[in-house]
C-alpha cells in the first residue's frame, strides 16, 4: 500500500489544501494528513480544533486520515514506516524553502521521498494567513474554505471582538 504524508500547521485547512489532498488521492492508496502544534507561528485555532476541522472537510474522503504530529518530520515517517512527503507548491517563491526540506528530511534518512504538487489554478494564490485576514474583517470565504472553517472563523474573530 503506498501512503503519503501531508504534513503542515493547518491554520486553517483550505480549499487549496483539500485540492492537494485529493490530487495525492490519484498517487497514494492512503493519505495522513500531519498536523503539527507549531506553536512559533502562533496558531489561531489549537490543535485539537485544526484537527476536528481537517476531519470534517475530508469526511468524505476515505482513504484520508488526520493525526497530530510533533518533532521530526522524519522520524514520525520512520514511526508510520512511511516514505513519502507530500508538500505543495503555490508559486516559485514556495520552492526553495520546500527543496531545502526536502534534501533535509532525505539526509535525516535517505528512504524519504518528497512529491511537489502543484494545487489548480484557482487555488494557487490561497494561503492560511491571507485567509485569516479576510475572515479578521469580515470578508466572504466560501471560495477559500470548506463551510465549517469559514463558520469557525466567523465565531473566532466575534470572540476577539468582543
Known amino acids: 500500500m503506498k501512503i503519503g504524508v501531508y ?10 489544501h483539500l485540492d492537494l489532498i485529493r490530487r495525492s488521492l490519484h498517487i497514494f492508496d492512503r493519505v495522513i494528513v500531519a498536523v503539527a502544534p507549531n506553536p512559533k507561528k502562533q496558531p489561531l485555532f489549537d490543535i485539537h480544533e485544526r484537527v476536528a476541522m481537517i476531519k470534517e472537510a475530508t469526511r468524505d474522503l476515505p482513504y484520508v486520515e488526520v493525526e ?3 518533532g521530526l518530520l522524519a522520524e514520525y515517517m520512520k514511526r508510520k ?12 517563491s514556495d520552492f526553495e524553502h520546500e527543496f531545502m526540506m526536502a534534501l533535509l528530511n532525505r539526509k535525516l534518512d535517505s528512504d524519504v521521498e518528497t512529491v511537489f504538487l502543484m494545487p489548480s489554478e484557482e487555488y494557487s494564490y490561497i494561503t492560511s494567513s491571507a485567509i485569516k485576514e479576510v475572515a479578521s474583517y469580515g470578508g466572504l470565504l466560501k471560495d477559500f474554505v470548506p463551510p465549517v472553517v469559514a463558520r469557525r472563523l466567523r465565531e473566532q474573530f466575534q470572540k476577539k471582538q468582543k
Do not use: K, M, Y
Open 7 to 16: 504534513p503542515g500547521t493547518f491554520d486553517p485547512i483550505t480549499n487549496g
Open 68 to 70: 497530530i504530529f510533533e
Open 81 to 92: 514506516g512511511v516514505h513519502a512527503i507530500i508538500r505543495g507548491l503555490r508559486a516559485i
